[in-house]
C-alpha cells in the first residue's frame, strides 16, 4: 500500500495556483468589507484592538439517511432487519477572541456537545418488533456481537465536552471594497470518540490534536453583492482508537475482534462559498455552497502481541489492522441559505445546509445542519 499525498486529490498544485489566483483578485469600489456576514463561512474581520468579542453558536445537524457505495440508504440498512434511526448532535460552542490589535486577535472555543440516537425496530400492530426484529436483537445481545438491544441514548449519556480550540487570527489586506486573512487554529484532544461496542453511537469529538490554517477572503461588488470564500487544509494528528477489526461495509464485527489501535486519521480540506445579498444596511441574504474531502485513514496495531492476542481471541484467525482503512476517505458536496443582521455591536445569522452529494466513504450521514450565531463586542476594560 503506498503513501497518500500530502494533498487531498483535488488540490493539485495547478487548482492550487488557480484558488490562490481567485482568493488575491483586486478588490473593487464598493462598501467596506464585512457590511453584512454570512455567518455559514469564517470571516475576515477580527474584533478591534482592546475588544472582547464573544460568539455563540450552536449548530443542530440530523441525518436518518447516509450516502454509501449503493447509494442514499436509511442507516442500519445492510441489518439483517429493519430498523429505524434517527442521529443528533448539538454542538454549542462558546467562543472568545480578543482583539490585540484591530488586525490581529486570539481566540478560544469550548464546545458542548450532546448525542442523541434514537433506534428502534420494526414493530408489527401490536407495537412489539416483527420476527425479523426480536432476531436481530438475539443476535446484537449474543455473546459473539456484544452490542446490547437497540434504544435511544441513555438521558446520562446526552451531555459531553467537545474538542476545544484555540486560533491566532491574522487580517492581513483590507481595502474599501476587499479583504483577505489567515487564521492558524489548533483543536484540542477534549472530545470522546464513538463506543466500538454500541453499533449507532456519536462521538463528540476526535479525541486527536489537529492543525488547521484557514484563508479567508471577502468581496464586494456593486454596493450590494457580498462574496465571501474559505480554504481550510487541516493535518490531522495520530492517536489511539478502539476499533472492531472488520471492513468499514460491515456493521455487524465480532467482540472478539476488539482491539485499541495506532490510528493515523486522513488530513483534510474544505472550501466554503457564501455569496450574500445586501437588502438594507443591516439585513442580507444568500447561498451557501460547501465542499469537503478526507484522505484515507490508516490503522494499525500498537505491539506484535495486540496482533497475536486479536488472533488467539478470534479462534487463532489473524486480522490485519488496515482491514479499517477502505471506506475511511471522504468527500461530500453541501448547498444551503444563509440570512444575517448586523448592528454596531451587536451581530445575529441563520444558515440551513444539506448534503446533497457524497463519495468515497463507506458510510457519508446525509446530514442537515442548522446554525444560529449571535455575537457581542464589548470594552472588557
Not at 451531555?159 to 492581513?172: H, I, N, S, T, V
Amino acid at each position: 500500500m503506498g503513501y497518500a499525498s500530502p494533498l487531498p486529490p483535488f488540490l493539485t498544485r495547478s487548482s492550487l495556483v488557480v484558488l490562490c489566483a481567485v482568493l488575491l483578485l483586486p478588490g473593487v469600489p464598493g462598501l467596506p468589507p464585512g457590511v453584512c456576514r454570512a455567518q455559514a463561512v469564517p470571516r475576515t474581520d477580527t474584533p478591534r484592538g482592546g475588544t472582547l468579542r464573544l460568539t455563540f453558536e450552536p449548530v443542530i445537524t440530523t441525518w436518518d439517511y447516509e450516502f454509501t457505495p449503493h447509494g442514499r440508504l436509511p442507516i442500519g440498512a445492510s441489518l439483517p432487519a429493519t430498523v429505524f434511526v434517527r442521529q443528533e448532535q448539538r454542538v454549542t460552542p462558546l467562543q472568545l477572541e480578543y482583539g490585540i490589535t484591530n488586525r490581529i486577535a486570539i481566540g478560544f472555543k469550548a464546545p458542548l456537545v450532546r448525542v442523541n440516537s434514537r433506534q428502534s425496530y420494526n414493530v408489527d400492530t401490536a407495537g412489539t418488533p416483527d420476527s425479523a426484529g426480536l432476531a436481530l436483537d438475539t443476535l446484537l445481545n449474543d455473546t459473539t456481537y456484544a452490542y446490547g438491544s437497540l434504544s435511544p441514548t441513555p438521558r446520562n449519556l446526552h451531555y459531553f465536552a467537545g474538542d476545544m480550540e484555540a486560533q491566532a487570527k491574522y487580517r492581513f489586506f483590507e481595502t474599501e471594497s476587499y479583504a483577505i486573512s489567515g487564521t492558524f487554529l489548533v483543536r484540542l484532544p477534549t472530545g470522546h470518540q464513538d463506543s466500538p461496542n454500541n453499533l449507532f453511537d456519536i462521538p463528540t469529538g476526535d479525541h486527536q490534536t489537529d492543525f488547521e490554517i484557514q484563508v479567508a477572503q471577502e468581496l464586494t461588488l456593486f454596493h450590494r453583492l457580498w462574496l465571501n470564500a474559505s480554504v481550510r487544509l487541516a493535518n490531522q494528528r495520530p492517536g489511539t482508537r478502539d476499533m472492531r477489526i472488520g471492513p468499514q461495509s460491515e456493521l455487524l464485527v465480532p467482540h472478539a475482534a476488539l482491539a485499541k489501535l495506532n490510528w493515523d486519521p486522513g488530513n483534510y480540506a474544505a472550501i466554503d462559498v457564501a455569496p450574500l445579498y445586501r437588502f438594507s444596511k443591516f439585513f442580507g441574504a444568500g447561498l451557501t455552497v460547501g465542499y469537503f474531502t478526507k484522505q484515507r485513514d490508516r490503522y494499525s496495531y500498537r505491539s506484535a502481541q495486540d496482533s497475536v492476542d486479536v488472533a488467539t481471541h478470534m479462534g487463532g484467525t489473524p486480522l490485519a489492522a488496515n482491514l479499517l482503512d477502505p471506506g475511511t476517505a471522504e468527500v461530500r458536496w453541501r448547498l444551503g441559505a444563509a440570512m444575517t443582521y448586523v448592528g454596531p455591536d451587536v451581530e445575529g445569522s441563520a444558515s440551513f445546509e444539506q448534503t446533497v452529494t457524497a463519495s468515497a466513504g463507506e458510510r457519508v450521514p446525509a446530514a442537515t445542519v442548522f446554525r444560529i450565531v449571535m455575537r457581542l463586542s464589548r470594552w472588557p476594560f
